[in-house]
């Protein structure tokens, strides 16, 4: 997986580590007080938005609660889970597994300096630049409620704008997903990190994403097919729902799923990220996401100061994070 990392690790905003945590979300800035932005030239999506303050300290402080969320759900998980041969709660362990990836994937974009963002209003702005720029002929933002794409510039101070599209099928995890490929996509292109190894973390990559995914009644599904897999898992009707897809499920795959979780490896991520059972190819891809986001944190931590994010992340939960990074 440290080759995979590699491929991530020049997207990674140069500073975090370094400097001080803000102290709240990203959403909650644009509807306070403190959000102070130069004035728009132009109105509507896509949007680029000067602040007069630095936004990394927000994007790190949410890179923290998001990387936190993610180790804290791959603990449960293994807390929970007594040994390969039980098989009692698969669909509460998958779920957990699927969030712990999503969790991480959320991470690993604030800390490249993207935030998949669901934004209530904008108003205070609005009233900011009538307070800050009154003499000047204003243009209105025009800007919606809902989910946006954030992205900082490389000065931290300029963030472009768009709206995101949400799925009417399977919801608002799709832009999250869709955004996670995009930059795993640029990473991936970078053509001069060429060893053996590199080219087989990009083969690798390009079986777990790039290739639909052949669902358990035959069907086709291109990414992002994550949280169609979610979906498909219905913890609470165990019975209509998940129980004939639970009934696919081996106890040689069982096994399977409980080796890749609790004793990751690079070679077993890579063989269930590209195997035909559906739910171990789904497994794969999961712990792919944590293990990914674990040596992007522990590469973070040699250049982190105490009040960055890091120390206490990886003080809290430094074994999960030992044990990724072995893979």
Known sequence: MKSHADFFRGQLCASFGREKLGSTKLAEWIGSPSASLTAPITGGYPQVLQSLTS??????????????????????????????????GLAWRLIGLYYSAYYSAHAILRLSGISVTQIESWATIEKEF????????????????????VKLDTSGTSMSISKAKVDSTH????????????????????????????????????????????????????????????????YRLPD?????????????????????????????????????????????SCVYLVSLLCHLLRDMEIRAR??????????????????LCAA
């Not at 080219?199 to 777990?208: D, G, R, V």
């Open 55 to 88: 936004l990394k300290p927000l994007f790190a402080f949410e890179a923290s609660r998001f990387a936190s969320a993610a180790l804290e759900s791959y603990s449960t998980i293994l807390g929970k889970w007594s040994g390969p041969e039980d098989r009692d």
């Open 130 to 149: 009538q307070t800050l720029y009154r003499s000047v002929p204003l243009t209105t933002l025009g800007l919606q409620r809902g989910y946006h794409v």
């Open 171 to 234: 919801g608002s995890h799709t832009i999250l997903w869709s955004e996670f490929k995009e930059l795993a996509d640029t990473g991936y292109s970078n053509s001069g990190l060429n060893t053996s190894s590199h080219q087989a973390a990009l083969e690798a990559y390009s079986q777990k994403l790039a290739t639909p995914l052949t669902m358990d009644d035959g069907s086709s599904c291109n990414w992002p097919w994550m949280p169609v897999i979610r979906n498909r898992i219905n």
């Open 240 to 284: 209509q729902v998940w129980g004939p897809f639970a009934k696919r499920i081996t106890p040689s795959a069982n096994k399977q799923i409980h080796q890749l979780i609790v004793s990751p490896t690079s070679d077993l991520i890579a063989d269930a990220a590209t195997a035909e059972l559906v739910w171990l190819r789904f497994s794969g």
């Open 306 to 323: 105490s009040m960055s994010l890091l120390p206490f992340v990886f003080k809290e939960r430094s074994q999960i994070i030992s044990k």
